[in-house]
């Protein structure tokens, strides 16, 4: 991999970030054709994100709300009994 | 959605603190889960983003109601959670039990830098081993990781939120990606 132009691992991260010219990503699929070291990187940080995509939704506990509304400061009086 | 939100805010601004429920209740859970993300730990999570929430009570009138309000919302949150990280000290116990969650021992709790050997990594159930890959990651990286891979906010709300240039997020989700993939070698 050590003589692989440098430019292919930025073009690997732009095209997970969706921002990869045409151009670019041309150069890049060529280059993974004919490099195995390059497409095991590519495959193991495709691999690598849709590992962390799995985690499971986690919802606030019960009580959440109510906790965070007694945890507000005390209202200012505004509306009642100012005079 | 953000008219409804300004006119709970607006609410809120005349003094009816009864409005801000509301709120609290609409984005409870995406605030909490991301706090989780970054703490690895329940107790921390509610604590820290109910803490989040009461800031943004207190701080409402300088909310611009121009912008998104779960950009400000996260910013406040994402920040209290650095700062946590950067106190935190590894003082738990490993085999016990997080409450309410059928079996996520704290392995899954651990900070980034405590490492586990192979072979009990190897044990670990999915859910359980994204949070210890998660927990990992420098805090510089997991935020971004997080904000990206679980929240799935595109670069430039994770910009707006981290109050950092759209190019040092892009390099950080960059970096945190190949240090995802460094670490999970044995997958």
Known sequence: MNTCP????????????????????????????????????????????????KAEHIQAPSGFVDGVMARLPKEKSQAGIQR | MDQLINKRI??????????????????????????YRMLSNRQEA??????????????????????????????????????????KKPDYYLDAEVPGTEGLTMYSQIASDVEL???????????????????RLSDKY???????????????????ILELPLGTVKTRVHRGRAALRKQMGNL
């Open chain 2, 142 to 160: 997991r935020s971004v990781i997080i904000l990206r891979y679980i929240e799935e906010l595109p670069l430039q709300e994770i910009s707006d």
């Open chain 1, 6 to 53: 440098e430019q292919i691992v930025h073009y690997m991260h732009a095209y997970l970030d969706g921002d990869i010219s045409r151009d670019d990503e041309r150069v890049l699929n060529e280059h993974l054709k004919q490099c195995t070291s390059c497409q095991e990187l590519m495959d193991d940080l495709i691999g690598a994100v849709q590992f962390i995509e």
């Open chain 2, 10 to 35: 607006n609410e809120v601004l005349k003094g009816n603190q009864e409005a801000f429920e509301e709120i609290v209740t609409l984005f409870q859970h995406r605030l909490y889960h991301v706090c």
């Open chain 2, 46 to 87: 509610e604590d820290i983003a109910q803490e989040a929430f009461v800031r943004a009570y207190i701080n409402i009138h300088t909310f611009d109601q121009k912008r998104k309000f779960s950009t400000w919302l996260f910013r406040i949150a994402t920040n209290l959670c650095i700062d946590r990280i950067r106190k």
């Open chain 2, 117 to 135: 050997p192979e072979d009990e990594v190897e044990k670990m159930e999915t859910q359980e081993r994204i949070q210890y890959e998660i927990g």
